[in-house]
């Protein structure tokens, strides 16, 4: 077999073998299949697609290029989330904490920043210390003790995601179904979860950038997650603006910090708007699927139900304490994090102000995380290194009121060049109108497997 056949067929739309696949990601694991034919072959892809069989045998080529975790004997139900990305979205961090809190055991497997989107990896690294690449025998041990514990793929565990991963970032190859489908189902299945919540996102800063689309990668997401044991829902989401009001690696942590914070629970509603301010459709999106994933750990009958639980731990401080002690137990210093926030910030500074007087129409959310990147949030080649101090506060969202001159955005890069590169696209970002902007809906639909 040799791949530059693999790569033909696939560029000339036919179907590959099994046995075609497994020898490809084989190869390019073990090194004798180089990148550029990979490239190649990974840009064949995206224009010819893959059929569901396909889609499935190169899961498991790429789950059965490491070891996958053993976690028998670890009490259920083990449970976990994941989004196919987007700007600002965090809710990994605060749903972590919060399922471990009501019972669920999460073993998370996450990613890098992929293209203008963030990665919860980055973001977890920049709280000093915090080790994302645990041993087998140490994301066991933290499992067990803290209920939830945060990785990337290993050497050992899924390399070929984090080999072809970082190739796709870099080569135009992220929005597509099967390679995105295979890219999350097999770190899943690696990770020992049984059960998946999985938020699919559509529009500007998303991959897919329409519902439709969405929808074809959330079933193709419930079908291979199907053939692998996987129970899984699918919630659809918005990704139109950023989620939230930071976007950037630390400051994204400081958000979830805060959206742990009992006192932002006063409220005796379980409406889902609730949170600190600026962070209400973060909080919407975040009980959503917190509420899904005790549906599928069997600790709620039903949405509304969910949400409640939800709201009701997050009022009791117990995900609050959950996450310092999670830091803790990856390396980090509890102390020394709680002293940063608030404070640790790229020296490079910049605000941007309203234009004009009138209603935010629309903040674009693509536009903003290729701001990110050039601000040293994510990266452009893949040996780059992120900033995490970087980043863009969003004092406003989309529907809000302003004067001329309203402090829209504040900006940190980690340089002087950073900061210009990003200044541009950030004003771009921004559209005004005369009247109020129709509000869109942030959860667009619910998919089941069948
Ligand atoms: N998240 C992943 O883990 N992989 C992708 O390809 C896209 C989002």
């Known amino acids: ?51 569901a069989a396909e889609t499935a045998a190169l899961t ?72 994302t690449g645990l041993s087998p025998q140490e994301f066991r041990e933290i499992l067990a003790r803290d209920g939830f514990a945060m990785t990337g793929q290993t050497k050992d565990t ?17 929005e597509s179904i099967p390679l995105i489908t295979a890219s999350i189902l097999s770190k899943k299945k690696a990770e020992g979860a049984e059960a998946l919540v999985l938020d699919v996102k559509y529009g500007a800063g998303a991959f897919m950038k329409e519902g439709a689309e969405a929808e074809k990668l959330a079933r193709s997401l419930t079908n291979t997650g199907a053939a692998l044991g996987i129970r899984i829902i699918v919630l659809l989401t918005s990704m139109e603006e950023p989620l939230g009001r930071m976007v950037g690696n630390f400051l994204e942590v400081e958000e979830c910090w805060a959206c742990l914070d009992p006192a932002a629970y006063g409220g005796a509603d379980d409406s889902g708007a609730q949170g600190p301010a600026g962070s209400a459709d973060l909080m919407e999106v975040t009980l959503e699927l917190g509420a899904r994933m005790l549906m599928l750990g069997g600790k709620a009958a039903h949405s509304a139900q969910g949400r409640l639980l939800c709201v009701e731990s997050l009022r009791s401080g117990k995900p609050r304490e959950l996450f310092l002690q999670n830091i803790k137990s990856q390396g980090g210093d509890p102390e020394r994090f709680l ?84 200044l541009g696209g950030l004003g771009a970002a921004l ?5 109020p902007p129709p509000r869109t809906a942030r959860i667009l639909k619910e998919i089941r497997q069948d």
């Open 1 to 51: 077999m040799r791949a530059v056949d693999i790569i033909t067929a696939k560029r000339d739309g036919g179907e590959l073998s099994g046995e075609e696949i497994a020898f490809l990601i084989k190869g390019f694991t073990g090194g004798e299949i180089p990148d550029y034919q990979v490239a190649a072959w990974a840009m064949a892809v995206f224009f010819r697609g893959m059929n």
């Open 60 to 131: 498991e080529a790429m789950l059965d290029s490491g070891g996958r975790m053993d976690l028998s004997g670890i009490p259920g139900p083990l449970v976990d989330k994941h989004s196919t990305g987007g700007v600002g979205d965090k809710t990994s961090l605060i749903l972590a904490p919060l399922a471990a809190s009501l019972g669920l055991r999460d073993p998370m497997m996450s990613g890098r920043a992929l293209g203008h989107t963030g990665g919860t990896l980055d973001k977890l690294e920049s709280i000093p210390g915090y080790r």
């Open 158 to 174: 899924v390399p070929a995601d984090r080999l072809l991963y970082a190739l796709r970032d870099v080569t135009g190859t992220v």
């Open 339 to 422: 002293a940063m926030l608030g404070t640790y910030r790229s020296p490079h500074r910049a605000e941007i102000r309203a234009e004009r007087e009138g209603y935010i129409s629309r903040i674009d959310a693509w536009k903003v995380g290729h701001a990110g990147i050039s601000l040293g949030v994510g990266r452009n080649r893949s040996g780059d290194t992120v900033s995490p101090a970087a980043g863009i506060e969003l004092h406003r969202k989309s529907g809000d009121r302003v004067k001329a001159g309203d402090l829209i955005m504040t900006v940190w890069g980690k340089d002087k060049t950073a900061l210009d590169a990003a």
């Open 431 to 435: 559209e005004y109108a005369e009247t």
